[in-house]
């Protein structure tokens, strides 16, 4: 008895497989990015249909143009169709593009006064940059954890960071005017100076899962929910409501 080596007429494949067929001799298989790939014993592989559209992480849009990221590229497309209540006096769209310095998962948010603001989704810190005509700017501040969350406060910007961290800041330096940390944030709202709804997991210590912050006074108030988790907030300040 013994082991009998062996070896296979098929490549490894480079990424994971979702389905797979043999027939007529040959070995056929798709991965999770829309690639088919087809083999036949020890000649190799051929690709025959992969998936070439843009993987895009976030879009913004603000009264003159829409902003969309990509792992490598930021690309806008301006037009006076986002400013019209009428699109069909919209005119002709202009487009660019630059290259996106975080190179990886980026998020978007548009800025009250037109420009953009852009953080890196991934990675050991988080960080964010201005975009605006003149490109990217440098990078501002220096988080212990990637963004999972920023949104206009007012003049300020209020972020969420994967530890837990929210942080009230002052847009273009990046400093911060007040923070809050708390295990199990999931998303954060601002809705005036004085008020900050975070939503959160439930614990054992807090059974809710939204929490009232003053960034004023530093107070927090409970407020009684009875879902598990919430994983996103939006309020919509016309009509005064959270969703």
Do not use: C
């Not at 062996?6 to 829309?34: H, N």
């Not at 020890?42 to 879009?59: A, H, K």
């Not at 953009?116 to 212990?144: C, M, T």
């Not at 960034?215 to 309020?235: K, M, N, Q, R, W």
Request: hydrophobic letters at 35%; charged letters at 10%; a negative charge.
């Amino acid at each position: 008895g013994g082991l009998v080596p062996m070896t296979s007429a098929f490549e490894t494949p480079t990424s994971p497989v979702t389905d797979i067929l043999y027939a007529d001799g040959r070995l056929v298989a798709s991965d999770q990015s829309g690639t088919f790939v087809t083999q036949r014993p020890y000649i190799g592989s051929n690709t025959f249909g992969q998936n070439n559209l843009l993987r895009i992480n976030d879009i913004a849009v603000n009264k003159n143009e829409l902003l969309l990221t990509s792992p490598n590229h930021i690309l806008t497309l301006g037009s006076s169709f986002f400013a019209l209540s009428d699109s069909s006096q919209a005119q002709s769209v202009q487009f660019s593009h630059a290259a996106n310095p975080y190179g990886g998962p980026t998020g978007a948010l548009a800025l009250h006064d037109g420009r953009f603001v852009l953080w890196n989704l991934a990675g050991q810190n988080g960080s964010y940059r201005i975009f605006d005509g003149s490109g990217v700017g440098p990078e501002i501040g220096n988080f212990p954890a990637p963004l999972v969350d920023v949104r206009n406060a007012g003049s300020k910007l209020l972020t969420l960071d994967s530890q837990g961290s929210i942080n009230l800041l002052n847009t273009d330096t990046g400093a911060s005017l007040f923070n809050y940390t708390s295990f199990g944030l999931q998303g954060i709202a601002y809705i005036s100076p004085q008020k900050i709804i975070a939503g959160r997991s439930q614990t054992g210590s807090i059974n809710t899962t939204l929490l009232q912050i003053n960034p004023v006074t530093g107070e927090t108030v409970p407020i009684p929910d009875s879902s598990i988790v919430v994983f996103d907030l939006a309020y919509d300040s016309a009509n005064q409501e959270l969703y």
